[in-house]
């Protein structure tokens, strides 16, 4: 897929391979989650615009989305309502410092699994992602 970079990370021993979709436009914020995430097993494909996110969605099969809504074509928050609506099993996390009571309760109601802001705690996102690895087994 156009845009799209696949990413594969180092090999823990006994954990099923976590395919994550990160979707932002922000290369700090896709470098420090890269580097996050780099003592799990992963594959990481990530992408910079609503469009690209859906179609990597349809083409694909991932066990978690990671999404920024300050993607462009569309408003983030509504693409995050579309996804939960087409692929409601997939664990998403969204990562975002919009402190709106308004945009907190959209995304809330969207069933969104965890929300972060792009000062993150490295530990958070590790524990999230080996849990999810646990229900994959």
Same mark, same amino acid.
């Given at each position: 897929?156009?845009?799209?970079?696949?990413?594969?990370?180092?090999?823990?021993?006994?954990?099923?391979?976590?395919?994550?979709?990160?979707?932002?436009?922000?290369?700090?914020?896709?470098?420090?989650?890269?580097?996050?995430?780099?003592? =799990? #097993?992963?594959?990481?494909? /990530? *992408?910079?615009?609503?469009? !690209?996110? &859906?179609?990597?969605?349809?083409? =694909? #099969?991932?066990?978690?989305? /990671? *999404?920024?809504?300050?993607? !462009?074509? &569309?408003?983030?928050?509504?693409?995050?309502?579309?996804?939960?609506?087409?692929?409601?099993?997939?664990?998403?996390?969204?990562?975002?410092?919009?402190?709106?009571?308004?945009?907190?309760?959209?995304?809330?109601?969207?069933?969104?699994?965890?929300?972060?802001?792009?000062?993150?705690?490295?530990?958070?996102?590790?524990?999230?992602?080996?849990?999810?690895?646990?229900?994959?087994?």
């Amino acid at each position: 897929m156009k845009g799209q970079v696949m990413v594969e990370k180092s090999k823990a021993e006994g954990t099923p391979t976590l395919r994550i979709l990160l979707a932002t436009k922000d290369d700090f914020l896709k470098q420090a989650l890269s580097n996050t995430i780099d003592n =799990n #097993d992963c594959k990481i494909a /990530m *992408v910079e615009s609503c469009k !690209e996110t &859906l179609g990597a969605m349809v083409d =694909n #099969d991932f066990d978690l989305l /990671m *999404v920024d809504p300050d993607l !462009e074509k &569309l408003n983030g928050v509504e693409a995050i309502q579309l996804i939960k609506k087409f692929w409601p099993r997939t664990p998403m996390i969204v990562i975002s410092d919009d402190s709106l009571f308004e945009t907190d309760a959209k995304i809330a109601a969207a069933g969104v699994y965890y929300r972060f802001g792009r000062s993150f705690d490295e530990q958070v996102i590790n524990e999230l992602i080996q849990g999810i690895q646990k229900r994959k087994k």
